[in-house]
């Protein structure tokens, strides 16, 4: 399958034969050499910036532990007052099977099934945006018109508690850092359903789907912990 | 992988690479599975009682089986190369320590001195007071004192 694939020892590139799938005329950067090494140097890279992502939600998780420990009462009651667990179990459901099929549209790249990655990315984009549709417009756009805005600007005039703005800013903080990372996974989603749509991925070469798709499970497994944190335990 | 001659263009030059292909049935299986612990999260957390703690330590156990399970078959760490397990593994040692060294910290200030447990949830302040006041440490006051006046049961 891949035996015509081109191979240069040292960077320099012989002509690629152009009667090949574009999947196979992927050339190596001259700096590695050759395909799997890019390849395996690019996921290596893609799993440190995972890490540093994760210290960043520990930031948050960190914050969440303190206040939970100072006012576990009031939390528990503002969880139930504040948040919809079902709406928040909707999303989780949507976001593990967009997980599972980012998960089979590499697959597919491995398989060379073209139109099931392409079916199988933009499936993965229409969770995406119907997560992001369920925030915004079941979540965020009601407590924002209810005054259920963090910290200072807090003015929802059924507040119990003086610790009532302080989950909700931890709330916003962590579930808005989490959206941005899903807006910016469906861009990247998108990004790649425009490269599959070139047939640019391949049983040989698929390195940037593979690495957005790392990144878009990253998404899915910090919602694993936000969803019962603050929608289910307080 | 390192040794790898360029020279051989061969047919199993990218079958050999740790470029694991899994059938859509185990991945299938591992979807199932996630959102049968996701309905045990919901169920748990809204109809089973184990106290404040306990409700919380089985909702991070769970959440943490899934995500053990997304890490290592969707993100293919469990057939990936080592060392990038290894980056995820003292990622999450630092993590731990970030966040468990803050709760020793946050969850044992009445143990120090009861006066900094103002902090602390009422019921917290009032059981270090109390120990504190049984060993001479602390001088009762007026809530103390009435504390200790009431008889339990109301």
Known sequence: ?234 | MSAHDTQHGGADDHGSHGHHVVSWQFLFGILVLLLILTGLTVYTALEVYLGDTGNLLLALFIASFKAALVVGFFMHLHWDNKFNAVALLFCLLAGVTFIGFTAIDIGSRHMVDPKRAEMMTPEVVKQARERAIAEGRLEPDNDDSANQNESPPE
């Open chain 1, 1 to 234: 399958m891949s035996s015509n694939t081109p191979q240069s020892g040292e960077g320099f590139a012989p002509a690629v034969d152009p009667s090949l799938p574009p999947w196979q005329r992927h050339k190596h950067q001259p700096h590695w050499r050759n395909n799997d090494d890019e390849y395996q140097g690019a996921k290596l890279g893609m799993w440190l910036f995972l890490t540093t992502e994760l210290l960043l939600f520990s930031g948050m998780f960190c914050a969440y532990t303190i206040f939970r420990m100072l006012h576990s009462e009031d939390f528990e009651r503002a969880s139930h007052k504040y948040l919809d667990w079902e709406i928040g179990a909707i999303n989780t459901v949507v976001l593990l099977i967009s997980s599972f099929t980012v998960a089979l549209a590499i697959r597919n790249a491995q398989m060379n099934q073209q139109r099931a990655l392409k079916i199988n990315l933009f499936i993965t984009i229409l969770c995406g945006l119907f997560f992001l549709f369920a925030k915004i417009f079941y979540e965020y756009i009601p407590k924002i018109q209810e005054g259920k805005v963090p910290g200072a600007n807090f003015s929802y005039a059924g507040a119990e508690s003086a610790y009532d703005p302080l989950f909700m800013s931890i709330y916003w903080v962590s579930t808005a850092i989490h959206g941005s990372h899903v807006v910016i996974g469906v861009g990247l989603l998108a990004w790649c359903l425009w490269v599959a749509s070139k047939r640019r991925y391949g049983p040989t070469h698929y390195t940037s789907l593979e690495n957005v798709g790392l990144f878009w499970h990253l998404v899915d497994l910090i919602w694993i912990f936000l969803f019962p944190l603050l929608y289910l335990v307080g």
